[in-house]
């Protein structure tokens, strides 16, 4: 689970901070986003989808919501 404030989202297990700003030169190349997520994404061939996220830090992982 994670909580979103002030362009921030946390890992459930360890609560490191996944939001990383884009340097704003390089946020034309991102449609003009300025953050963006450290969290690696867990697919599923069966369901062709992420059906889960993982921390970079901890290794941790959580459903996807």
């Known amino acids: 689970m994670s909580r979103t404030n002030d362009n921030k989202e946390f890992c459930p297990h360890c609560g490191v901070n996944l939001k990383v700003p ?12 300025t953050h963006g997520s ?3 994404g867990i697919s599923s061939m069966e369901f ?4 889960k996220w ?6 941790g992982e959580w459903e996807r919501e």
């Open 48 to 51: 062709d989808r992420v059906i």
């Open 54 to 59: 993982q921390c970079p830090d901890c290794k």
């Open 38 to 40: 450290r969290k690696i």
């Open 22 to 33: 884009i340097p704003e030169e390089l946020q034309h190349h991102y449609n003009g986003a």
